[in-house]
């Protein structure tokens, strides 16, 4: 994980808002003098979009999104199996900040805070790892 966007209330979809939560990632990177062309984005079926490809491509960020059967017949889009299957790894780490997240409902309801609670709990797991 290189960046985070900023909260959302959790009563929308993937896709809900999702180029301008991108466009503050990158923005971040770009603040970090991270380049993001050539990056992928590893997503579930929920970000199938013709969108969210689109603007993707815009940005030369390679989407690696795995197609949605709901959507009908499938355009014929890049998808790397074997790198979706290495998507498991982040929703591990995902899955370990959920034990912060008592802490951060509980405590927490400004934007800035619960960043700052989320980010405790990422400088936690990297220390464990060091």
């Keep these: ?29 770009e603040e970090a003098g991270i380049e993001h062309k050539g990056l992928f984005l590893n997503a579930d079926a929920g970000f199938d979009s013709k ?10 960020i390679i989407a690696n999104i795995k197609p949605n059967p709901r959507n009908g017949e499938q355009p014929d889009v890049y998808f790397d199996e074997e790198l979706y299957k290495n998507r498991f790894k ?16 509980r405590y927490e309801y400004l934007d800035v805070t619960w960043i700052g609670m989320l980010l405790l709990g990422f400088i936690s797991k990297f220390l464990k790892k060091v």
């Design 1 to 29: 994980m290189i960046a985070m966007g900023s909260p959302k209330a959790g009563n929308h979809d993937d896709l809900y808002e999702i180029e301008e939560v991108l466009k503050e990632i990158l923005a971040l990177l």
């Design 51 to 60: 969108s969210l490809r689109d603007f993707l491509e815009s940005k030369e």
């Design 90 to 105: 982040i929703e591990q780490a995902n899955g370990r900040l959920d034990g912060y997240k008592g802490l951060i409902m």
